[in-house]
């Protein structure tokens, strides 16, 4: 999980109100390194929190970005690049975050949040996904029988 | 790897995860057809929800490919088996999504409001009995309660929620969902639509719906007046 993903996650317990940003419980760290893309960065910016950002660098280890921060500062290479390791570069691999209203841990796993709520945390929640396997959805449902072939030739 | 679309032999698969069929290739050939399109409108957030197999995010993320750098993609999905095979199918192919294991968009919705350019989503249309839906692993990916329209009908709101003023949402749905009404309601919260795809199989007929704002059908009036002082540009 990097960065702009917590940026973007908040609590969604039934009655939190102040559910961003969540706190990261940080047990494993990695570093991934991409391509740099200005363009990107300049977009995002204004999109992101900017102290949540950096805040949530430091959990990870990372202590580089400014407290500050304002749009000039796009212009200049040597923030881009903080900027762009902080947000895309830094992953989440092993940990929690935390609701910092309810102290409610949302496990991390392999980079992956599990945002999933128990039955008494939510409001009104059911399934979207895909399941299944390898017949139409029409046909898992008439049939539940398992047929490659056509799956295959689909393709 | 330069393929335009996912390949087949590279998706991986667990027994509780659909896997790649006719709907899914329907919305990938949906995107293709619509690809000098996506291009033109350069998106910097698009998002799949209910990502299962991870074919179809993965084809977005080849379809737009380096000719749209500054793409950011995210998917989700409510079956944790789900999310595990997506990224498999993705590091296959060498693109990446963030993946969050979430009920729809369940805990982005505040902080991604109206961020989304493009939202892609094969939803579980099938008509099941309403205690079918929202069932663990495999049944979650067609369990479509009445009408096929249960999870579609919640989904609906929360693509308005997320969509950006230039958003698009493309939606696989069945002749028994009732597309039609489906674009009437769309068309209430102020969105145009058009049929990118029309596929039928034995088992199914498909549409693969596109939405977006239709900023002049809102208001016209109000856009009228706005024309005349030159700020169509949303």
New interface residues.
Partial sequence: ??L??H??????IKGVTN??PLRIEAEKVVEKP?EI?P??LK??FV?I?WKALVDASRIMGYADLPDEANPSMLELDEFLQKFHHALLELHLEEGALVCPQTDRR?PVI????????HEDELF???????????????????FKYLDLN???S?? | MSSTTAQIRLVSSHPEVYEPCDDSFALVDALLADRAHLLEQHPTLCMEVGCGSGYVITSLALILGKEAPGVHYIATDINPHAIRVTRETLEAHGVHAELINTNIASGLDSRLKGLIDVMVVNPPYVPTREDEVGAEGIASSWAGGENGRSVIDRILPIADNLLSEKGWLYLVTLTANNPSEICLEMRKKGYGARIVVQRSTEEESLHIIKFWRDFDSVDAKEMLTASKSASWSL
């Fill in positions: 999980m990097r702009i993903t940026n973007m996650l908040s609590s969604n559910g961003f991409v893309d363009k990107f977009n995002m999109k929190d949302f392999k980079g992956i949040p599990n945002m999933l709520l009104l929640q059911r399934g979207v996904s895909h399941g299944g396997g390898g017949t139409p959805k029409t046909q898992s449902r008439t056509t799956s295959l689909c393709a």
